[in-house]
């Protein structure tokens, strides 16, 4: 349901019932972690019309009658997985169902992720049963440009419901991971070297690309260019609209990324980063954000070097990061962002730097901190009810709430 | 070890060339013994690579070197039955039914892989060839002593050869273009072919009575299957999908192999069933079902739902599939399901050995076992606890404050390189 439908219903229900609406609802917390600031020990937040209205000790909170109350040991705000392929993979791994990567070309940005996102693709209610509220998804690694990527929640039962930006970034790959065996169809680029080349030739083209429109406005004697999707969307890269999302776990990749950011004044947000921990003041003083491999991604290929540190480091060196589920082949067909933020907690990061980094934090790397992220007032009404630390092993999630409906009662 | 810590140094330099010949008590830890109630407080004495006593009031003689390790957990080293670590290879693309295909012969006693193991407190591993056939070969038990071949970490049974069992695989991994099966009926019936011809082959050998005119030839693969018709080399078996689980069962059943149940997605329904059969589970827990047709149904619910119908339950990495170093996890996970906190570590202990028909050597903290454990910073199913030490035969093999170990246990760049230095002759042979 999208927010103008619901505040539509809203308008309509408002003379027909004195109580709550189906987006109204108030949760009780013997602890409440905003994201934002201390914990709020017995605390509340009241949610009317999918909105948090009101948030603080149950002293202090005045609790409108006749919404359902719901209560939990822990109150988190609905969990951000900053990276994912849920929704664009079915989650048997079968032919045919698998649109996170089209491999008949190497540059395809034009590739839209709403033109694939699958609303009722099971694994999203998986996440959702955790807490996992939002996710940024779309087309994976593998080609130097895969294609777009998108924001949804985690309900709804089409793209257009769910979504919350329909195209969030540019998806980008540098390293091994765009280098063709030369086995299949393809056999190029067969190179790093010819990678970074044929992006940057694509980038070009963009910038020429963008010069001709921005000439032609205004000025009748000019012809625009013909419009051509591939560079329409790459325009938007150019002119700083959208960020790259590249990934790249070595570190010579890494350097590329900065220095393709660098020549062509774009956006990037690092993705993957399995060595990032080896350039943190680079990575810092380009002011570029990472979303980090999943924790527990296995250390093989161009993440041998990974590290169960760097979420720590990375953090710790003042570098926006959040944490991914990533893109799995096989099993695990998805990987939990609480699971993945919980392990780093045995090596150096703590609880709230965890629970930001699959939050506020990603929020603010996804450019959607005014709506989700962390429990405040005019932010959406997504939460996460765990019955107790939401990190350990041995808990459980009790439900999750996005926009004030109780999406989720399974306890997991 | 590279790097021979302060406390090992001291007793060889004190008096013996030979390592944990002297008494060695641990005092002041939380003991988990498995077998027993856990002890606050206890002392752990350990002697030539031997569990002396464990306890809570535990006399330790006067010539023991004392570990202090109060605010510690102890447990057993972990029994992983089921690993791919140290590049086990097993049959190749020719045929799905390979049992003369021994994994012993493909060990890289190098592999990152084993220190990666200890890093996660595992002391014994189950070498595996993969599931990509019916039966891909014979498989290896491990102890993660120091060792430059395979054969001197390999287990030994009483004649000396080494010990395993036989890696098999139902469902879908192992159907694929001919000479494999492309259905299911097609997989039982090779491998029923292939017992008949097992139990035909012993048959001959009975009826000869150790007249040498009247032996078969002498067949690799027969050989192997007649130790699982016997019950010597128990039948590890892959098997997720509930009706492939009771093929399993009814194959058991009709020849009478001892098997353990690997994986097994769909457990929790069919509990009961395996329950009656008395075979036990070592379950994988997975973070989220699907990935394949055949895990669609994997259910954290099954370690409970096998606990409760009175199934042998452990579990098991198949690392590289979850990395060794997280194996505790799976435990805790039982238990965020539902299985008692108990069972969930007899799972990763106990249960194990007795799958590897070791329990009589390790599994617990016992007088007379071996003296394999870990030594934690807390709970074992917290999160929040890190693997401080893990021992193997009175040996240390693991210390978070080697750089090297430690750098193992997080990653970090060329951390995870195989091992080029591995010299090491301390132990006698035929462990």
């Not at chain 2, 028909?357 to 929040?384: H, M, N, Q």
Request: one cysteine or more.
């Amino acid at each position: 349901m999208t927010y103008l439908h619901k505040s539509l219903l809203s308008l309509l229900l408002l003379g027909l019932c004195i109580s709550g609406q189906a987006s109204d609802i108030v949760v009780r917390g013997d602890v409440i972690y905003t994201a934002v600031g201390e914990p709020i020990d017995d605390g509340v937040v009241v949610v009317r019309n999918g909105k948090i209205v009101a948030v603080g000790p149950a002293g202090d909170v005045s609790i409108p009658n006749g919404l359902k109350v719901v209560n939990a040991a822990v109150v988190t705000p609905g969990l951000i997985d900053a990276h994912t392929v849920v929704g664009m993979v079915g989650y048997l791994s079968q032919d045919g169902d698998q649109d996170q990567l089209e491999r008949s070309a190497a540059i395809q940005p034009e590739l839209r992720a709403i033109d694939a996102y699958n609303a009722r693709e099971p694994l999203i209610e998986w996440l959702r049963t955790f807490g996992v509220t939002t996710i940024h998804s779309g087309h994976g690694p593998g080609e130097i440009i895969s294609g777009q990527t998108l924001i949804a929640k985690t309900t709804g039962d089409t793209v257009e419901e769910a979504e919350i930006n329909p195209v969030a970034m540019v998806a980008a790959t540098l390293g091994e991971g765009a280098v063709m065996s030369g086995d299949g169809a393809r056999n190029s680029p067969g190179t790093r070297g010819k990678v970074a080349a044929m992006l940057r030739t694509e980038l070009l083209n963009a910038q020429n690309y963008a010069a001709k429109i921005s000439a032609a406005e205004g000025n009748s004697d000019k012809e625009p260019p013909t419009r051509d999707l591939k560079l329409e969307m790459l325009a938007r890269v150019i002119s700083g609209d959208l960020p790259l999302l590249v990934t790249a776990h070595r570190h010579n990749d890494i350097m590329t990324a900065l220095r393709i950011a660098r020549e062509f004044d774009i956006r990037i947000v690092l993705d993957g980063a399995a060595e990032a921990y080896l350039l943190l003041d680079e990575i810092k003083a380009a002011g570029v954000p990472v979303i980090l491999h999943p924790a527990m991604a296995r250390a093989g290929g161009e993440r041998e070097n990974m590290s169960f540190t760097t979420a720590e480091q990375l953090i710790n060196a003042g570098i926006p990061t959040a944490f991914q589920s990533g893109y799995e082949a096989y099993v695990p067909k998805t990987r939990l962002v609480l699971f993945e933020a919980a392990v780093t907690l045995a090596h150096g990061l703590t609880a709230e730097q965890a629970l930001a980094a699959i939050t506020i934090d990603a929020a603010k790397i996804l450019g959607i901190d005014n709506r989700v992220g962390s429990i405040e007032v005019g932010k959406d009404g997504d939460l996460a009810l765990y019955d107790g630390d939401p990190f350990e092993y041995t808990s459980h999630a009790l439900g999750t709430i996005i926009d004030g409906v109780q999406v989720s009662d399974t306890v997991k | 070890m590279k790097r021979p810590n302060a406390f090992l140094l001291s007793i060889l330099i004190g008096t013996s060339s030979v390592v944990g010949a002297e008494p060695t008590a641990f005092v002041g830890a939380k003991i988990i013994p498995v077998a027993a109630a856990p002890i606050d407080n206890g002392v752990l004495l350990v002697e030539d690579g031997k569990i002396v006593s464990v306890g809570a009031s535990v006399r330790v003689p006067g010539n023991a070197s004392v570990v202090d390790v109060a605010g510690m957990v102890i447990m057993p080293g972990l029994v992983d039955t089921h690993s791919h670590i140290g590049e086990p290879a097993g049959g190749d693309r020719s045929s799905p039914i390979q049992p003369e295909a021994r994994v012993l012969d493909s060990i890289n006693v190098r592999d990152a892989g084993f220190k990666r193991a200890l890093a996660g407190g595992i002391t014994t591993v189950n070498l595996m060839s993969g599931s990509g056939h019916l039966m891909s070969g014979q498989t290896i038990y491990v102890k993660l002593r120091e060792g430059n071949s395979i054969e001197t970490i390999a287990y030994k049974k009483d004649d000396g050869s080494v010990d395993g069992g036989m890696k098999m695989a139902n469902g879908t991994n192992s159907r694929r273009d001919p000479p494999f099966p492309g259905t299911r009926a097609k997989s039982a019936s090779l491998v029923r072919q292939e017992y008949i011809a097992a139990q035909e082959y012993v048959a001959r050998i009975e009826r000869a009575d150790g007249d040498p005119e009247k032996m078969p030839e002498r067949d690799l693969a027969m050989e192997a299957l007649a130790e699982v018709l016997s019950g010597e080399r128990i039948v590890h078996h892959h098997t997720h999908r509930h009706d492939d689980i009771l093929t399993v069962l009814r194959l058991q059943q009709e020849f009478g192999f001892r098997v353990v149940l690997h994986h097994v997605s769909e457990a929790h329904r069919v509990a009961d069933e395996i329950a009656a059969a008395k075979v036990p589970v070592s379950l994988i827990m997975i973070d989220s079902p699907g990935g394949k047709l055949e895990a669609q149904y994997l259910d954290f619910e099954s370690a409970p739902a096998l606990e409760r119908a009175g199934v042998n339950v452990g579990f098991h990495t198949d690392d590289y599939i979850t990395d060794s170093r997280f194996f505790m996890r799976m435990a805790a996970l039982g238990v965020r399901a539902g299985m008692s906190r108990d069972t969930a570590l007899r799972g990763l202990t106990l249960a194990g050995a007795e799958m590897l028909d070791l329990d009589d050597r390790i599994g617990t903290l016992e007088r007379g076992k071996d003296a394999d454990f870990v030594i934690l910073s807390g709970d074992p199913l917290s999160v929040y606890s890190r693997v401080q030490q893990t021992w193997v035969e009175g040996v240390k093999r693991f210390d978070i404050n080697d750089p090297e170990d430690r750098a193992v246990a997080e990653g970090g760049f060329g951390a995870l390189q195989p091992s080029y230095v591995h010299e090491f002759h301390g132990y006698e042979e035929g462990h």
